[in-house]
């Protein structure tokens, strides 16, 4: 039984640290830019689809990741076009791209439903798994690509450029002020949280050596329910950065949906669990966190 309960464990974080990628995207879009970006739901399955296709063609599965994040920067920057250049409201500037990426997504896999890669060299299963502990390897893997991504984002918000982007999700006019086009900063913004967003689908559909077509359902959800439980379980926690908050949250809410499924949730009902913790979590954090400062 512990043993069990172990590799239930170990399985939960390793899905964990996959979405808290996804996360780190939510997390520009929604907490940096004040955009809420339903395109996310079509950049997730793009980069798995992406990455499925070029890895059956004998694609390296580690150019996959750059390959997926490229792809999702392009139709970020596509949203933010549709925003900034034709005055389309940013929810539905989401809503259409999103829909135009369900048909990319079908043509990319050829109007197939779902790739197998069982058979398919992935990060996974390649020469840098070999070098690791069988039992392990999986969790080091992605260990190490979310701490690289994560300190390759740091990094950029020290920038000029990432300093503005923050600047321009919590006072637009103050960017206008100072004369940077602030549409150009929104559509990098874009273009970055899609990246990001991409590379999670990349990572998902090595990690579970398949891609099937419905996995990006509910991810805009999912990677917006880790960056709540981020910020508001650690919003106390003044050393540790605003990444390092949603990777934990990405864990942390993985390892909820794994314990409800533990206590006999019907697996069938993953959805509606996912949407049922996502409204507890949204309860939680407006009658807790802020109920009290709107009290006081």
Not at 158 to 174: P, V
Not at 179 to 187: A, L
Not at 213 to 230: D, E, H, K, Q
Not at 240 to 268: E, M
Request: proline content about 2%; glycine content about 10%.
């Amino acid at each position: 039984m512990g043993l069990h309960l172990l590799n239930i464990f170990q399985g939960a974080v390793e899905m964990g640290l996959v979405y808290a990628v996804l996360a780190l995207g939510l997390y520009i879009s929604y907490s940096v830019l004040n955009f809420p970006d339903l395109s996310v739901d079509g950049t997730f399955p793009m980069g798995g689809a992406i990455t499925a296709v070029c890895i059956v063609a004998g694609v390296n599965p580690w150019l996959c990741l750059f390959i997926a994040f490229a792809l999702g920067a392009a139709a970020g920057c596509v949203t933010g076009l549709i925003h900034v250049k034709l005055k389309v409201t940013n929810l539905l500037s989401g809503i259409l791209m999103m829909t135009a990426l369900y048909s990319v997504n079908l043509a990319v896999i050829a109007k197939r439903s779902n790739i197998a890669l069982f058979t398919n060299r992935t990060i996974f299963n390649g020469q840098l798994a070999k070098l690791l502990p069988a039992k392990f390897s999986k969790l080091v893997i992605l260990i190490l690509c979310v701490a690289v991504i994560k300190l390759l984002f740091d990094l950029y918000m020290k920038t000029k450029s990432g300093m503005i982007l923050r600047a321009c999700g919590a006072n637009e006019q103050l960017v206008k002020s100072v004369n940077v086009d602030s549409g150009k900063v929104k559509m990098l913004g874009l273009a970055l949280a899609n990246g990001l967003v991409a590379t999670s689908g990349s990572l998902f559909c090595q990690y579970n050596m398949n891609f099937d077509l419905s996995t990006g359902t509910g991810s805009m959800v999912i990677g917006l329910a880790s960056v709540i439980i981020g910020l508001s379980i650690l919003r106390k926690v003044k050393f540790a950065k605003d990444t390092s908050k949603v990777i934990v949250g990405g864990i942390v809410y993985y390892l909820c949906i794994s314990i409800a499924l533990y206590l006999g949730l019907d697996p069938r009902l993953l959805k509606l669990i996912t949407a049922s913790l996502f409204l507890l979590i949204l309860i939680v954090n407006t009658k807790i966190f802020r109920g009290g400062k709107e009290d006081a």
